[in-house]
């Protein structure tokens, strides 16, 4: 096996040895030699190729966490995997572009369009719920999480806008406020007790009927817009936001679609 020294193998793979001690920690790029009595590492020449993949993970902004994940898989898969984070990447990127102009606007003191704004009314209902309190890098494996739990059916799809799974957002979610957000699936009131002994870590709790006032499917936004617009709604229209925003998840046969709205007093 062709060995090189840690000082070598940086100027090679283009790494500081401050990056490959924490490579090597991580378990990302673990030296081929280590001297027992003075700990000194030596890397195989053949390790240049997974440490420039680390590297190059690293500058498109992959979480460390994750490059464990994709350093262990075959070449196809691997390939997925960094395909399907840059697609987060640029849907980050689109949501802040939105969000920069809806602020330009703002600060021009143009009013949210309201156009898009509808009202109705939903029933009470039985809810099992989560609540989290997390950052912006956490939310999307929160998500996953709690949807990937009840894939296959355990627990019942309810038909209608009022039967769709929910996510209420009680407050910002950003590098710097965790929230909280809460995830909520409806279920049938007859189910209720025995689906939440099944799900002790859930809350079961009751929603009173009220009316909502709503963004309608398809509009491309996110959770600070939609509140911005859906409270501009409700002050012109005489109504006043009972809680905070909530996303909710519409599934049909054509396919998943997401509505934004408020409950109102």
């Excluded at 969000?99 to 606007?105: C, F, R």
């Excluded at 009013?111 to 009202?119: K, W």
């Excluded at 002790?200 to 509009?219: M, S, V």
Aim: glycine share 8%.
């Amino acid at each position: 096996m062709n060995l090189v020294p840690i000082g070598e193998f940086a100027r090679l793979s283009r790494l500081s040895p401050k990056a490959l001690r924490l490579y090597a920690a991580l378990g990302l790029l673990v030296p081929a030699s280590v001297d027992p009595d003075s700990g000194y590492r030596r890397y195989a020449v053949a390790q240049l190729e997974q440490a420039r993949l680390v590297a190059s993970l690293r500058r498109i902004g992959v979480p460390l966490a994750r490059i464990r994940v994709i350093v262990d898989l075959d070449a196809e898969t691997a390939s997925r995997h960094v395909a399907a984070f840059w697609a987060e990447i640029e849907a980050e990127h689109a949501a802040r572009r939105e969000l920069a102009g809806h602020l330009v606007d703002l600060l021009k003191g143009k009013v949210p369009a309201v156009h898009e704004v509808s009202l109705r009314d939903i029933p009470a209902r039985r809810i099992l719920s989560l609540i989290r309190h997390v950052h912006n890098d956490g939310l999307l494996g929160v998500a996953r999480e709690f949807t990937g739990r009840f894939r296959g059916g355990s627990l019942p799809l309810l038909p209608g806008v009022a039967g769709a799974p929910f996510v209420v957002h009680h407050g910002e979610v950003s590098q710097d406020s965790d929230g909280p957000i809460e995830w909520c699936w409806p279920v049938p009131e007859e189910q209720a007790a025995t689906l939440a002994a099944r799900f002790p870590d859930l809350t079961l709790r009751t929603e009173n009927a009220h009316q909502e006032a709503y963004i309608a499917q398809g509009t491309a936004t996110q959770p600070m817009i939609a509140l911005d617009t859906l409270t501009a709604w409700a002050a012109e229209h005489g109504h006043r936001p009972a809680a905070g925003v909530r996303q909710i998840y519409l599934h049909s046969p054509a396919g998943s679609s997401c509505e934004f709205a408020v409950p109102l007093r």
